[in-house]
C-alpha cells in the first residue's frame, strides 16, 4: 500500500506541476491493480490514455534500471501523449523536437516572458549523445546529485516539443532507482520527488531559470534540489511509517465489535495524508454516514469506549474531536540504509 500511496503522489503531483489534474482515487486505482492488490475496475476504467501512460512511464523509471537511451525517451514520449495531441495542439510524438527554437514561456499571449530559451535544433543531436553517454556512463558524483544534474541538464535541453517537465522528472527517478540498486515490481519506490517540487514550484523554476542562465556554476541548483530529494525521502518514511500503523491497528481491533457504520467512520479518519486531516467530530460522523448528530455522536462514545479513537484533550463541548488510536510509529530503516553513494 505504501508503494502505491507514494506512486500515486508521484503521478498526480509530475501532471499538476504542469496543469494537469488527475483524480488521485482513480489514479490509486490503476496503480493498485497493476501491483495486483485489488482495487476499483470502475475508478481505473475513468482514466484517459494518456494518464495510463504517465502511470506506466513512472513504473518503468523506477522497475526497469537499464540504460537510458533515446529510443527509451521516445517511448516515454509516445505513452505521455498517446492521441498525438498536447491539448488541442498536434504535436511531434516519438521524436526530437522540430527547427523552431524551444522557448519556455509565461504570462498571457501576446505578453510572455522568455525565461529560457534551449540549444538550437542544430546542436540537439549531439548535446544530447553526450547527455545519454554521461548519464550511463561512470560515475564520480553520488547518486541523489547525479540524479539532480542529469535533472537540469534535460530540462536545459528541452529535447520534445512538450512533455519535457514530466520526462526530466521521470529521468530523476530513473537515477534514484539505479542508485539504490533494487528492483522489483512490488517494491519500487521510497521516495517522491514530485510532491515536494509541487509545493516548492515557484523555487523550482527559480533555481532551474538561474542555473540555466547562469555561468555554469550550478552549486545553487545541486544544494537547492538535493534538499528537495532529503525532503522527498522523509516524507516517504512518514508515508510507510502510517502505512504499518495502520495495518497494525487493524490487526488489534480485528475482532472489535464495530458496526458497518463506525467501521466507515475509522476508515474515513485514517483516509487523509496528513493526520491532523483526519480528526473525527460529531457534525462530520453525521454527515459521512448520513445520520443524525445524536447518533453518530453515540457513535463517537461508543469507539472511544471500546478504545479505538482518543479525545482531543485540548477542546472540549461542541468542538470535541477525536482521533484514531494508532500507537506510536516505529522508526523504519528504509531509505537511509539504501547505497546511495
Known amino acids: ?81 498517446p492521441s498525438g495531441r498536447s491539448g488541442l495542439s498536434l504535436i511531434l510524438v516519438g521524436m526530437l523536437r522540430g527547427e523552431e527554437p524551444m522557448q519556455v514561456l509565461s504570462g498571457p499571449i501576446g505578453r510572455e516572458r522568455v525565461h529560457y530559451e534551449a540549444p538550437p535544433r ?85 533555481h532551474l531559470e538561474r542555473a540555466q542562465k547562469g555561468d555554469l556554476d550550478i552549486t545553487d541548483w545541486l544544494v537547492w534540489s538535493a534538499g528537495t530529494v532529503e525532503q522527498a525521502c522523509n516524507e516517504a518514511r512518514a508515508c510507510i511509517e502510517r502505512v504499518v500503523q495502520i495495518s497494525h491497528f487493524w490487526t488489534r481491533n480485528r475482532e472489535a465489535p464495530l458496526s458497518q457504520r463506525q467501521r466507515r467512520l475509522i476508515e474515513m479518519a485514517l483516509a487523509p495524508n496528513d493526520p491532523e486531516d483526519g480528526w473525527l467530530t460529531a457534525k462530520r460522523a453525521a454527515r ?5 448528530r445524536v447518533t453518530a455522536s453515540r457513535d463517537l462514545t461508543r469507539l472511544e469506549e471500546l478504545g479505538v479513537i482518543e479525545r482531543d484533550p485540548s477542546v472540549a463541548g461542541r468542538s470535541t474531536r477525536y482521533r484514531v488510536r494508532l500507537g506510536d510509529a516505529k522508526a523504519l530503516r528504509l531509505v537511509d540504509d539504501l547505497k546511495w553513494g
Not at 539532480?148 to 530523476?172: K, Q, S, V
Not at 459521512?288 to 443524525?292: A, I, M
Open 1 to 81: 500500500m505504501a508503494i502505491a500511496e507514494l506512486t500515486t503522489r508521484e503521478t498526480v503531483s509530475t501532471s499538476a506541476i504542469e496543469g494537469v489534474t488527475l483524480d488521485p482515487d482513480e489514479v490509486m486505482s490503476s496503480i493498485m491493480r497493476h501491483l495486483g492488490l485489488g482495487a476499483s475496475q470502475e475508478k481505473e476504467d475513468r482514466l484517459n490514455a494518456a494518464a495510463r501512460g504517465m502511470i506506466d512511464v513512472l513504473a518503468d523509471s523506477t522497475q526497469n534500471l537499464g540504460p537510458l537511451t533515446l529510443e527509451r525517451l521516445f517511448a516515454w514520449h509516445h505513452a505521455m501523449f
Open 122 to 206: 542544430d546542436r540537439l543531436d549531439t548535446e544530447m549523445d553526450r547527455f545519454l553517454a554521461w548519464f550511463d556512463g561512470p560515475q564520480k558524483l553520488s547518486n541523489a546529485l547525479r540524479a539532480c544534474l542529469a535533472h537540469l541538464w534535460f530540462e536545459t535541453l528541452h529535447p520534445f516539443e512538450d512533455g519535457n517537465g514530466r520526462l526530466g522528472r521521470a529521468i530523476f527517478d530513473l537515477a534514484l532507482a539505479q542508485g539504490a540498486k533494487f528492483h522489483s515490481e512490488r517494491i519500487s519506490r521510497l521516495w517522491a520527488v514530485s510532491p515536494v517540487l509541487l509545493k516548492r514550484r515557484k523555487d523550482y523554476y527559480s
Open 288 to 292: 459521512q454516514t448520513k445520520v443524525g
